[in-house]
C-alpha cells in the first residue's frame, strides 16, 4: 500500500492497538485537525485502512511505527513520544497490563508515572514535574468538593435537573476519594 509523508507520519504517532482505535483516531484527526492538510491526510488514510481486516492493517501501523524515521526532528508532542517510544524499543502495553490492579497499590502507581516521566524528561530534554499535593492541601480540597457537591446535588433535587445532581454526585464522590488519599499521607503540612 502506498502512503505520502503525511500519512505515514500521522500512522507513526497512533497509540492503538487494534485497527478500530487507528480508524478512531484518524477519524479524530480528520475533524479536529487544525492543519486542512493533515484532515485531509486523515480521511485519505481512513479510506486506505477501511477495507483492511485487522491484521493486515496492524501489519501496517506496526512496520510504521518500527521503520519509518521523521524527515527531520519531531515537532509536535506526538511525534516526540513517538521517536522516544520507538527509540527505547519499548513494547506498548494494551488492554489489561495497562490497568492492572497490582499497578494500583499504594503509591506504586504514582512511583511508576513518575519513573515513565523522568525517563520521557531525560529522553526528551525537558522538565516536567508532576505536583504532590500535602496532606492539608488534600483535605482543603476534599471539604471544598464535599460543600460544591452538596450544593449541586440539592440544586438538583430542588430544581429538577438531573445533570446538576450528577455532577454533585460526582462531586461528593471525589470528596471521598481526596480524603481518603489524604489519610494515606504522611503527617506533612
Known sequence: MELTEMEKR???????TERYAILQEM????RYAGNPARR???????????????????EIVHDIRENYRLPQEGRTIGELLAQARQSSGAEQLKGHDIMALERLKEDKM???????????????GISVELPNPKKKALKTAAACNLVVGAGLVAAGILFPSKSCALLGGISVISSVVLRKESKHKNHES
Open 10 to 16: 500521522m500512522l507513526y504517532q497512533t497509540e492503538g
Open 40 to 58: 485531509k491526510a486523515a480521511e485519505s488514510l481512513m479510506k486506505k485502512l477501511c477495507p483492511l481486516a485487522d491484521a493486515e492493517c496492524m
Open 27 to 30: 477519524s479524530m484527526a480528520s
Open 110 to 124: 504514582i512511583k511508576e508515572v513518575n519513573q515513565a516521566c523522568e525517563k520521557l524528561n531525560g529522553r526528551l
